[in-house]
């Protein structure tokens, strides 16, 4: 790679592996990793150190990298959220929790960091972890890992409460002398064996739960998440049985919470209602082989302390939160509005000599509320209420006919830093016009967009928007559907949603792969919406009402700040109706001071 030629092939492999894979919790010498990367800085492109490029309404601090969402929690008054960030540079290492606290979660006050290496516990790493918010004015307790050995990156689990529990904003925060509070013993890998999840009430004396999320044996590990029970965060005991596992390799920053079944739009349940006849219960886990978030929905039994997905096939073909650039999310209860809320991280896709010349790397993508659908087999996502309060100017087109092969651009406002809602209507009967699903591809979303991609014709689409394009369409990020017949043994429309990045940039060295998954959707009626926030550097779309959600980062070259288009596209045989499309210019947030 260009960028990196100036460095060792094996430094630049590592590099690579580095930011493309994300390295939330591999130890590398970041020292030499960004020392390597400065090195490389006199080949980035002018554009990518462009501000303008930085993103407007993500969360991010004001420089350096930051990875994992850790213990979002509403604590009188105020949202706080706490990151993984190297306050020293802008590749991973020498990591902290660094802290924010908001009204609103989308306008962002830092505070001091929460948490630094500084015991036995965690003298080598301050890990992710979680917070959970005790009853009857308690306050909350972190429960994170620390690594406690420089060499074989042993893993425990630690403790922390907050020094005055009456602070509204928690800004100093205390580790008891007892820590670690969680060993791994009993034949855990110390090196696999981390993120604890938020706390949650069960039946017995030991009555508080939570989940650490490991791997179990060597040739073909599984993804395991462990039980620990405890009275008083003090002393935790393994329950002989994981909670779960699969043959996924190694689990980290795993989630567990109920959902409500057939409940109010929207609603959330707090993390320790039981389960029952209306409330099931959802188990995700990051795949640090995979490097992406996966989920369940099924039943969770307390008193064997099991959980069964309704699925059988379900840790095979695997639900996914998002299916883009998107990783290590973390959910918590918000008793303010009676949601649960979704935070997720994503990692740059340029090289980290890249990151080093503009000084920050990593953004978190926007809070989503999340509940199950009313099908039960999946959940919903949407970006939380609040960020429309950023929407200003806006333009808006009905009834507008997009002729096969055909495209309209969308005037009047500046769409670097945009959201946009567009309705698409199909006539039922061009449905009878879509391809074929290739029997080979039926379960591999991924495959079937990079062979289908946006430039390819189709029969019914690809149809969708072309954002951060440039005048001439050199540049263009494709977010679009394409309708499939059903290879067999089904009469319902296959629908894929795609990003296809490939077009993005005429920068070199960027990592550009498209993402996508299948929807779950009934569009024999013809209809079908899609929603993208488009944030300079990233784009977050939510089809057919949050049923499907893919991010991803692109880093254009001429599509930058006024520069940037927007556009609908039909590279269909099929025309496409735009019933309604209603696009906002998007303020720019309080964050963090930048």
């Known amino acids: 790679m260009r960028a990196l030629v100036v460095v060792s092939f094996a430094s630049a492999c590592l590099l690579l592996l580095l930011q ?4 939330s919790h591999v130890v590398y010498n970041y020292k030499d990793l960004e020392a390597e990367a400065a090195a490389a800085t006199d080949q980035v492109p002018p554009s990518i150190v462009n501000p ?7 969360f991010q601090p004001p420089k350096n990298w930051i990875n994992d969402p850790n213990a979002p929690m509403y604590y009188k008054g105020w949202y706080h959220f706490f990151y993984q960030y190297n306050p020293k540079g802008a590749v991973w290492g020498n990591i902290v929790w660094a802290h924010s606290v908001s009204r ?16 036995p516990g965690d003298r080598y790493g301050c890990w992710s972890g979680s917070a959970t918010v005790l009853p009857d004015g308690g306050g909350p307790v972190i429960m994170y890992t620390g690594v406690d050995h420089p060499d074989i990156n042993y893993q425990v689990q630690n403790v922390a409460y907050p020094k005055n529990v009456s602070d509204p904003l928690l800004r100093e925060w205390v580790k008891p002398s007892h820590n670690p509070v969680i060993v791994p ?28 999320g490991s791997a179990a044996g060597s040739s073909s590990p599984r993804g395991v998440a462990y039980v620990y029970r405890s009275r008083d965060f003090r002393r935790w005991r393994r329950v002989r049985r994981p909670l779960h596992s699969a043959a996924t390799g190694m689990w980290e920053c795993p989630d567990f919470y109920p959902v409500s079944k057939g409940g109010a739009p929207r609603a959330g349940l707090e993390t320790s209602v039981p389960p029952g006849p209306r409330v099931k219960h959802v188990l995700k886990n990051s795949l640090d082989l995979r490097r992406y978030d996966y989920y369940t929905v099924g039943t969770y039994h307390p008193r064997a302390e099991r959980y069964v997905p309704d699925d059988p096939a379900g840790d095979e073909h695997r639900l996914r939160y998002d299916y883009g ?21 994503a990692n740059e896709s340029d090289t980290a000599a890249d990151d080093v010349a503009k000084g920050w790397a990593g953004i978190q993508a926007i809070p989503r509320t999340v509940w199950l659908d009313p099908s039960g087999k999946q959940l ?23 002729k096969a092969g055909h495209h309209v651009e969308v005037t009047g406002i500046q769409t670097a830093q945009a959201d946009v809602e567009v309705s698409f209507e199909v006539s039922p009967s061009a449905l009878a016009g879509a391809e074929t699903l290739d029997p080979a591809l039926a379960y591999d979303a991924e495959r079937l967009c990079g062979v289908k991609r946006a430039d390819v014709r189709g029969g019914v689409g690809p149809f969708g928007l072309w ?26 429309p296959v629908v894929l949603m795609c990003t296809d990045p490939t077009k993005s940039s005429l920068n070199p060295n960027l990592y550009r792969p498209t993402f996508a998954g299948f929807v779950d959707t009934d569009i024999s009626n013809g209809k079908i919406s899609l929603r993208s926030l488009i944030d300079r550097s990233v784009v977050e779309s939510f089809g057919a009402g949050g049923k499907t959600c893919i991010l991803s980062r692109v880093y254009p070259s001429l599509a930058i700040g006024k520069d940037a288009r927007l556009y609908v596209f039909n590279n269909g045989r099929a025309h496409v109706k735009v019933s309604r499309l209603t696009a906002w210019e998007m303020k720019k947030p309080v964050m963090n001071g930048a």
């Open 20 to 23: 493309l894979a994300g390295a």
């Open 52 to 58: 303008l490029l930085r993103t407007g309404y993500h």
């Open 104 to 119: 609103d979660l989308i306008n962002w006050v830092a505070l001091e960091p929460a948490l630094r290496p500084s015991i």
């Open 185 to 212: 013993e009993g034949g855990i890998n110390a090196t696999q064996f981390r993120d604890p999840t938020t706390a949650w009430r069960g039946p017995g004396p030991e009555q508080w739960r939570l989940l650490v």
């Open 325 to 345: 650039n998107f990783y290590a999310s973390k959910t918590f209860y918000d008793p303010a509005k009676r949601r649960r809320i979704l935070w997720g991280w």
């Open 380 to 402: 919903l996502q949407w970006p939380i209420e609040e960020v429309e309060a950023l929407r200003a100017k806006s333009v808006t087109l009905k009834n507008r006919l997009i």
């Open 467 to 492: 954002v951060l394009a440039s005048a001439n369409r050199k540049e263009r990020t494709a977010v679009f559907f394409r309708v499939f017949k059903p290879a067999a043994g089904s009469d319902k």
